[in-house]
């Protein structure tokens, strides 16, 4: 089962490995792609939740000299307004064969719970940006090519993240929390996302401290 996650890290990390350079400090890829990626494991069954914020775009395109600029503040701008979503329900028998949960059976379970707020279901397909439906689109097939029968299926699901002022309903960068709820499993998310935070150090020893702690937990002194 391992090996199955382990593929999907491995994908993410050659697809983003060109650039981790432009947050204000050097993001460890390996623990923040564990930060958005949640599995479940019951039994047989395996779920997996893999939200793709804002910052993702940034890190994996930004800096690719194949990605031109002006393409990457095109995806950006485009997947603004979304919380973009993939999901995956597979169930892996014992004789070896896999059988994965439709595109229609997520969708009609999947849902986006912000702070206490009321769940909210995926944007119809028919109803999105067609530049949004492209990404999308581009996406299944690399999914697919790479992760062969498990990339084929990932699917993939668009929220609204504006509220009527137009503020992001969630932002990786700061306080807060949502649930994506799938195939019967919660898969939480707490923000911001440590590996964003800058990281702090301890007065002590200068020894490097995780972005969202408060104080050192060896010796017990306030962390500015």
Same mark, same amino acid.
């Given at each position: 089962m391992m090996k199955i996650q382990y593929a999907i890290l491995l994908l993410i990390l050659v697809f983003s490995a060109p650039a981790i350079g432009q947050e204000e400090h050097k993001v460890p890829l390996t623990e923040y792609i564990r930060e958005i990626q949640i599995w479940?494991?019951?039994? /047989?069954? +395996?779920?997996?939740s893999f939200w793709l914020p804002r910052s993702y775009w940034r890190i994996a395109l930004?800096?690719?000299?194949?990605?031109? /600029?002006? +393409?990457v503040h095109?995806?950006?701008e485009t997947l603004d307004d979304y919380i973009f979503v993939c999901a995956l329900d597979v169930d892996i028998h014992l004789d070896g064969s896999i059988t994965f949960a439709s595109e229609e059976t997520i969708r009609n379970s999947i849902t986006v719970k912000i702070n206490q707020g009321v769940p909210q279901q995926p944007i119809p397909e028919?109803?999105?940006d067609i530049s949004v439906r492209s990404i999308s689109e581009t996406m299944k097939p690399m999914f697919e090519n790479m992760m062969g029968q498990f990339g084929a299926g990932m699917r993939f699901y668009f929220f609204e993240n504006k509220d009527e002022n137009g503020a992001l309903l969630v932002d990786e960068y700061k306080e807060g929390e949502f649930m994506i709820?799938?195939?019967?499993?919660?898969?939480?998310y707490a923000l911001?996302?440590?590996t964003l935070l800058p990281p702090k150090n301890c007065p002590v020893d200068n020894a490097a401290m995780k972005g969202n702690w408060s104080y050192c937990p060896f010796h017990g002194n306030t962390l500015d």
């Open positions: 479940k494991k019951d039994g /047989e069954n +395996m779920t997996l930004a800096d690719n000299p194949a990605i031109p /600029e002006d +393409m095109l995806i950006l028919n109803q999105l709820y799938h195939s019967n499993k919660e898969f939480e911001p996302l440590t």
